[in-house]
């Protein structure tokens, strides 16, 4: 009755087929005849199942490889970020000696390498703040424990003869001298340590700085017995601060009486070429030995030997001269032999940069 068009599928075959009908033009109802088309759509369908298996593939591929795509973004950008956050929230809470693994070789390997740099320079400084303060505190509290022993021993006793009193004030002043001698030495230290001190640089001729150093030490020496022997072919004008340079050789030749026994000698020699200068102070005293060398530039460190001794030294000489020899652009080396002496030899730039 009325046209149409299907598609059937006949012998696993796709046909298509259509069937118009004929009729009487006067009287529609009257059918005629019926004209069919049938066509073979079997390749149609064939390309279109293959197009949709593609499109399937191509989906489940595409979605597969977003995926794979963004776990690897995750892992290779977010979670190194996240280890890094986790570990700066670490040290933050005061964990000094946190460390991120580093992996591989981008930009975060990279971050990750700063990052445990900067944890071992704050762990190191931590370390050295608490010993530095354990050390004053130590150092601080020795001398006034013998001040504490003597005022107390002058309070309860009775009939104290006048020498006495005058015995033991004598030591309580000994101690004071002390105790400002540690203070004035651990103020010049933290100047120096803090970078803000400024070096009061000016020509300064080198020769009559060391004479007017040996003209004030040599009432120690002569004490000891200890010859001072100086030695210079020329004249040598360097650019320094005059003042801290003093003050760092002085510790130099200081040591070189102390750790002498009586009757040696300290010999001190300037030499130079047209960029630097070198002051050698050479003892024959009693020595440092090789594992000890390198420590002895540290805050505090004294020597077995010298620590039992009562040379009545804190340790603070050296680490003075080593950082003012530092901010002046120069080294210090030390050689020494047990019993036989020590030589120290500072080098600066005649030309302060
Ligand atoms: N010329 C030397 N011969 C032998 N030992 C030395 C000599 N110079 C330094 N030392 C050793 O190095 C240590 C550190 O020296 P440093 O000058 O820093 O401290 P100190 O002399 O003990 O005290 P101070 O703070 O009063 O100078 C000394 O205690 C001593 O053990
Ligand atoms: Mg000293």
Redesign the pocket.
């Known amino acids: 009755k009325r046209d149409s068009a299907e598609k059937i599928k006949k012998d696993e075959q796709y046909i298509m087929s259509t069937a118009v009908a004929i009729r009487d033009l006067k009287n529609t109802d009257n059918i005629l005849g019926v004209v069919v088309v049938s066509a073979n759509i079997d390749d149609v369908y064939l390309l279109l199942e293959e197009i949709s298996s593609q499109i399937y593939l191509l989906a489940l591929l595409s979605s597969l490889l977003t995926g794979l795509l963004s776990f690897f973004t995750s892992t290779l950008i977010t979670r190194p970020i996240k280890e890094l956050m986790k570990s700066v929230l670490k040290v933050t809470n005061g964990n000094l000696d946190e460390k991120i693994k580093v992996k591989g070789n981008n930009e975060m390997a990279e971050l990750a390498k700063s990052f445990n740099l900067m944890t071992e320079r704050l762990d190191r400084i931590e370390e050295s703040r608490q010993e530095f303060v354990s050390n004053v505190s130590h150092e601080l509290k020795t001398p006034l424990a013998s001040i504490k022993v003597l005022t107390e021993s002058l309070i309860f006793e009775e009939n104290i003869p006048i020498e006495m009193y005058k015995e033991f004030f004598s030591d309580i002043n000994h101690e004071v001298d002390r105790l400002n001698?540690i203070i004035n030495?651990l103020l010049s230290l933290v100047k120096l340590d803090s970078n803000k001190v400024n070096l009061n640089i000016a020509q300064t001729n080198l020769n009559n700085l060391i004479e007017a150093i040996l003209k004030r030490l040599s009432p120690l020496a002569k004490k000891k017995d200890i010859s001072l022997i100086y030695q210079s072919d020329r004249e040598t004008t360097v650019e320094v601060d005059e003042v801290k340079l003093t003050l760092a050789i002085s510790?130099l030749i200081?040591?070189?009486i102390?750790?002498?026994v009586e009757g040696g000698q300290v010999t001190i020699n300037i030499q130079s070429n047209s960029q630097e200068a070198f002051i050698t102070v050479t003892?024959t005293?009693?020595?440092?030995a090789k594992e000890?060398q390198s420590r002895?530039?540290e805050r505090f460190?004294?020597?077995d030997?010298?620590?039992s001794r009562d040379?009545?030294?804190?340790?603070?000489?050296?680490?003075i001269t080593y950082r003012t020899i530092i901010m002046h652009t120069g080294s210090i080396q030390v050689e020494?032999e047990e019993g036989i002496g020590?030589t120290?030899v500072i080098q600066i730039p005649i030309k302060h940069v």
Request: net charge neutral; charged share 25%.
């Open positions: 001698t030495d510790n200081e040591n070189g102390k750790y002498t003892d005293g009693i020595g440092i000890e002895i530039f460190y004294r020597t030997k010298t620590r040379t009545g030294g804190t340790g603070l000489g050296l680490s020494s020590s120290f």
